[in-house]
């Protein structure tokens, strides 16, 4: 794979299929789950220099080189999130968000998605334990982060998981700041080839 589609590779154009879905259902009912974004407004909690399209791109397909190299399984989500949720500053970031999948049972998920979180600056990532409740997790210090307003680790509780009794998934968590619009087809560091093995670990240079 030419270094200049790596991170074609890594945005997935794949459409999701049945099979694909039904994988990820079973696999959040029986391991640990959580979503995270690379995606951020600016700089500075929202307030300093913007990120452009291909920065937040490049954050994204890294976040996701990351994921996949501490062993878990990752399926791309589209949609959008609201930076400082209930503040006057607050604003819609259209996002590549990650679903992520603990295959292993490492139990350290909860862990490595609060330290990427701080890593990309976001608000907030989720967790879920197998089959359990979705927790928000607040995962930066700034003031108007929701739901920390400046404290790592406050956890706010969402509900159920994202799928329903059929494994349908859902297009939104109620009353908080996700709104997932498509899902893609899953993937772990098992599916890819050695070109796309050696392609994540030029990005992580």
Same mark, same amino acid.
Not at 68 to 96: C, M
């Given at each position: 794979? !030419?270094?200049?589609?790596?991170?074609?590779? *890594?945005?997935?154009?794949?459409?999701?299929?049945?099979?694909?879905?039904? +994988?990820?259902?079973?696999?959040?009912?029986?391991?640990?789950?959580?979503? =995270?974004?690379?995606?951020?407004?600016? #700089?500075?909690?929202?307030d300093g220099i913007e990120y452009s399209k291909k920065d937040n791109l490049k954050r994204s397909s890294?976040?996701?080189?990351? *994921?996949?190299?501490?062993?878990?399984?990752?399926?791309?989500?589209?949609?959008?999130?609201?930076? /400082?949720?209930?503040?006057?500053?607050? +604003?819609?970031?259209?996002?590549? &968000?990650?679903?992520?999948?603990? @295959?292993?049972? #490492?139990?350290? %998920?909860?862990?490595? *998605? =609060? /330290?990427?979180?701080?890593?990309?600056?976001?608000?907030?990532? #989720?967790?879920?334990?197998?089959?359990?409740?979705?927790? %928000?997790?607040?995962?930066?210090?700034?003031?108007?982060?929701?739901?920390?307003?400046?404290?790592?680790?406050?956890?706010?509780? %969402?509900?159920?998981?994202?799928?329903? !009794?059929?494994?349908?998934?859902? &297009?939104?968590?109620?009353? +908080?700041?996700f709104v997932f619009e498509s899902i893609s087809n899953y993937h772990t560091l098992s599916d890819l080839?050695?070109?796309?093995? +050696?392609? @994540?670990?030029? =990005? *992580? !240079?």
């Open positions: 794979m !030419k270094i200049t589609g790596i991170h074609k590779f *890594l945005e997935e154009k794949f459409e999701t299929n049945e099979s694909s879905l039904s +994988r990820i259902y079973k696999h959040s009912k029986e391991h640990d789950t959580g979503t =995270i974004s690379a995606f951020r407004f600016a #700089t500075e909690c929202g890294k976040l996701k080189a990351q *994921l996949l190299k501490l062993g878990y399984g990752v399926t791309k989500v589209d949609g959008a999130y609201i930076e /400082n949720f209930g503040k006057s500053n607050a +604003r819609e970031v259209k996002e590549d &968000s990650y679903l992520v999948v603990d @295959i292993k049972d #490492t139990g350290k %998920l909860k862990e490595n *998605l =609060i /330290n990427l979180g701080i890593e990309y600056e976001q608000d907030s990532i #989720t967790y879920s334990k197998p089959n359990g409740d979705y927790y %928000l997790i607040s995962s930066n210090t700034c003031p108007n982060g929701y739901p920390g307003n400046g404290e790592i680790g406050k956890e706010i509780k %969402l509900g159920k998981s994202l799928f329903g !009794k059929d494994g349908e998934f859902h &297009s939104k968590i109620r009353g +908080r700041p080839s050695i070109s796309e093995i +050696r392609s @994540i670990e030029y =990005i *992580l !240079k």
